[in-house]
C-alpha cells in the first residue's frame, strides 16, 4: 500500500532549525557580535555592501552572521532587504576629487601632486601564514599621521586633460537610470552599465576584466589612479534650497588610461576605462573598469572582436550574482512532472526506433 | 498578519508598477511586458516573479491555493503558501474549487478553472524563442517583425530527426494568432487546458517578464498540418484514484524498480479517492487516515 | 492647497488599492463587463470610479494628462497630494488621460508603442454619463461570446483595434461604475 508522502511544513521546519543551530556553531565558543564582524571582516563588510547596493555596514555585518559567512547569500539577505526600503530621493553626484584618501596610487606617474599614499595595501605583504594571529598577537602601530585626507588630491587624469591627451566624458544633469526601479533594457547606457557592474560578482567582474587582458577585447590599460576613502554624500532639500551632507562613505575608485588609436574624426588619444565600488574593493574596482572599457567599444568606433567582455547583452544579463545563483541553484527544486514528460518521449522515440530496427532485420 | 510588512510584502509604488504592467499584460496577450523586478526574499528560480504577480494581485478576501508539480504539499509550494499567510493574511486552501488565486509551478489544476478564478504561473525562461536565439535584442525584434520561421524550422528538425516534435514540456504556444509565448514548463498535456475561462498571469522574476492570456482566448500549440500537436500523458489510470484524465507522475516504490504512477494534482486525487474512487494500487480513503495517523 | 485636497483618499491604501485593482484588472481581462469600484471620494466633477483607478495605478513615474473640464484647481491638488503623478500638457507624454470622450477625441496623438514594446503605450480614461451593457457588439480575448457596451463612438475603436498590437487601451468610468476595452476588442457585427 503507498501513502503519498506528506510533511513538507515539517521538514521546512527542521532544516531551519538545523541551519540556525550550525549558524551558531560549538555553544563552548564565545558568540560573534556583529561589532566584531564589522571590524574585523570589513572587507567581507565591504563586499556585501557593494554587490548588496546598500552601504550599512551594521546589516551587513549582520547578514554575514546569518549567513555563516556564505557572502552571496549575505548580499541576498542585503537585496532583499534593502528592496523594501521607501525611496526618500537621489543624492547629488559624490565628489570623488575631494576624497579624503586613505590610499591613493598612480600606475602611469612617478610622482604626481598629493604623493603617491599606499596606504592599507596587502600588495607588498609576504603571504606567509601569520601564525600570530591564531596566538591573538598584538596588532603593530601604524605611522600614518599626515597622510589620511591631509590635502585635496586631484583626480591625475585632469593632468592629462590639461595636454587634451585624454578624452573629456560628457558631463550631464540628467537622472541617470536606475537598474533596481525598471526593467533591463538595451543597449543600455554608459551609466546603466557602470551600475550594473558595481552590484555585480566581484568574480564574474574579475574574470571578465582579465578576459579583456588576454586577448578577448583587449584595451591596453593602466592604472590612472586608484583611490579609496571617504566622501560625503550630499542630498539636495528643495524647501531649503542647497544641498546638505547626509553621510560619508568609503568607496574605491579607479580610473583607466586606455590606448585609443584616433578615428577618422578624432586624432589619437587616450581613453578611460571607470570603476566605482562601495568600501574597500580595488581588485572589483580595477576589474570593472577594464570592463566598462571593453563595452564602449561601440561608442568609441573600435572593432568589435567578438569578446564576451564586449558584449553587453552577455555581460550585463549574467554579472548579478543574486540572479545566477538563483537560477543555477533552482535546478534542485522539484521537475518531476517536466522530467515524466520528457521520460514519456524518450520511451516513445526508442520503442519507435526498436520495432523500425526490427522490421529492417526481419526484411534482410 | 505580520505588521512589520507592507500587506503583500511588496511596498505600494512596487505593486503599482507592477499593476499596471499586468494590464497592458492583459491588453496585449502573449505580449511579455518588461517589468522592474524585485529582489524578493526568496531566490530567483523559485518562483519571485510569480510571487511577485500574486502579491500584486492578492486582496484580503482571497483564498490562496499554491501548487508546485501539481501538489500543494511540495516544499516550494508550502514555503510560498506561508509567506503569503504571513504577510497577506489571506485564507489558504488546497482545494482547487475554492482558491480565488492560484500560484502554480509546472503544472495545471486538472479540475476546469472557473471565471472568478486567476491562475498565476512562475515562469523561469519567458522567451519561447531563447534556446533558438540567445540575444534579447533578437529576440524582441522578431516578436515585433511577427518572425517565427525559427521556430517552425527547429520544431520540423525534430520530425525529421525522431519522427516526433521532441519538446514535451514548455511547449509553445500561438496567442490569438499573433504572439509566440512559452506557456511555462507545464508538460504539454496541459496546453489544451489553456483556453479557459479564468485569467492566466504569467510572471519571470529573474528576466523581468510579465505576460497574461485573458480568459477565452484562442491559445494554439504549434504544429503541422502533417504533423498535429498531440498532449500525450500517460496510458494506465492513477494507482490511487484510477483516474484516466489526470497527468501521471512515476514513482520507483522499491530497489527492483516497481512503479506505480499517481495524480500529479494532489487535489483531483484526492478529490476522486474521497468520492470513492480506489485506483490498483489505492484503498479506500477511511484506510488510508487511519493508517497513516 | 484647499485641505479637501487631503482628504477623500483610500481608508487603508494598501487593502483598498488592491481590491481596486482586482475589478480594474477583472474588467480589463473580460472587455464589456461592468464592475463597482469605490474607495476614493475625488472632488467633482471627478467620478468616484475614475478618482479611485486614478489613485490604484497613477504614482509619480506616471505622466497625467487631463482634459480642461477636469483640470480644476481642486482635482489637480488632490491628484498631486494622492499620486504624486505629473500632470503633462502634451497628450503624446502621457501614460495615462482623462476626459469625456469628446475631449479626449482625436485620440491620434497618444502614445500607441512601438513594434518592440507595445504596452508603451497610454491608457485612456473615459468619463461617461451613464455605462451600460447594450450597444456596440464586443468580441475577442476576455469574451466567452459576445458582450455589448454603451461606447461612445465605433469608428475609433476600431481604428484602434486595426493597430493591433500596437494601439491604446480604454477605461470607461461613470458613477462609481467601470469597464474597459482594450486594444484587441473587435467591434460590431
Redo the contacts between chains.
Sequence with gaps: MYVAVKGGEKAIDNAHAWLDELRRGDTDIPEMSIAQIRSQLALSVDRVMAEGSLYDPDLAALAIKQSRGDLIEAIFLIRAYRTTLPRFGGSAPIKTADMACMRRISATFKDVPGGQVLGPTFDYTHRLLDFKLAAEGVPSKAEKAGVVGDEVKPHITDFLNQEGLIQTEPGSDATPPDLTREPLELPASRALRLQALTRGDEGFVLGMGYSTQRGYGRNHAFVGELRIGDVAVEMEIPELGFSVEIAEIEVSECETVNQFAGSKTEPPQFTRGYGLVFGQSERKAISMALLDRALRWKELGEDNSDSPAQDEEFVLYHCDNIQATGFVEHIKLPHYVDFQAELELVRTLRKEATEANAQREAAK | MNSEYNFAYLDEQTKRMIRRALLKGVAIPGYQVPFASREMPMPYGWGTGGVQVTAACLTPDDTLKVIDQGADDTTNAVSIRKFFEKTAGVAVSDETAKATVIQTRHRIPERDLSENQIIVYQVPIPEPLRFLEPRETETRKMHALEEYGLMHVKLYEDIARHGHIATSYAYPVMIEGRYVMDPSPIPKFDNPKMEMAALQLFGAGREQRIYAVPPYTKVVSLDFEDYPFEKGGATQGCGLCDAQDSYLDEMIMDDSGARMSVCSDSDYCRERRDAGYVGEMGVPQKTVTEDAA | MQTQSLTGGFND???A???A??V???V???PGKISEITGATPPAPLSIAAGTLLL????P??PLWMASSFCSTDIKDWLRFHTGAPIVESRSEA?FALGSWAELSPITEFAIG??????R?A?LIVEMDALTDSGTILR?????DTAELSLPEVAAFQGNAGL??LGL?FFFTSGNRIAAL???TKLGG
Design positions: 491604501a494598501p487593502t488599492s488592491a481590491t485593482f482586482r480594474v484588472l477583472d480589463m481581462a473580460r490604484t495605478l497613477c504614482d513615474e506616471t501614460m512601438t513594434p518592440e514594446y507595445p504596452d503605450s491608457t475577442g480575448p476576455g469574451i466567452k493591433f498590437p487601451d482594450p486594444r484587441t
